[in-house]
């Protein structure tokens, strides 16, 4: 009996260690502009299991109660590296909206990134060859507001109080792809200067 006993215990415990969790990354694009790679690897450890069911159809609602209180519970038993609710909050948001939003329009998200990199390729460059990921990035707006409206122009429709500015609607996608495609160029750029 002893023998099947250790046997069993020996299998569990190698397919265990054979298995692993693959989490759900929390995607670059949908970073608050304050946060950290240490705050969002926080947050990720914490709702990177809720952000893996979303992709399976979770809700956001659902996905946003069980995030909360993983995030609350986590911030009370002071497990989250010194970084706070709302830190931690705003990017597990970001990230379910995201990815509930990937799971309805995955072929949208596809066609959008394509269109996306096609408007700004040359500013994709730009930051590979080191520019200022910020200036590139209003560029980049810029180019995809007056996709929607060639008359859009910062300097006149963007002047004086935000809620008074006049801007193009456009789907938030056609956005977060243009920080995505940014945000990857600027960590090739990053990468590239650290091997040099």
Known sequence: MNN????????????????????????????????TEES?????????????EVQNGLGYQPAWCKAHNAIYNAVLAKQTNGYGYADLAALSRNAILQYRDMYLRPDY???????VRALI???????????????????????IY?????SYNPEVDKVGDFCYWDIPPIDRVLLTQARKLLKNAKSRAEQMSVTQ
Not at 9 to 35: D, G, H, K
Not at 40 to 52: F, H, Q, R
Request: net charge negative.
């Open 4 to 35: 099947v006993l250790k046997s069993i215990t020996i299998l569990t415990l190698t397919l265990s260690v054979m298995t692993t969790a693959y989490a759900a990354e929390i995607p670059i694009e949908s970073y608050p502009e304050n946060a």
């Open 121 to 143: 390729a040359d500013l994709i460059i730009e930051v590979e060859n080191g520019a200022d990921y910020e200036t590139v990035k209003e560029k980049a707006y810029t180019r």
């Open 109 to 115: 998200y596809a066609e959008k990134e394509n269109e």
């Open 40 to 52: 969002a690897a926080v947050a990720e450890n914490l709702i990177g299991g809720i952000l893996d």
């Open 146 to 150: 007056q996709s929607a409206n060639p």
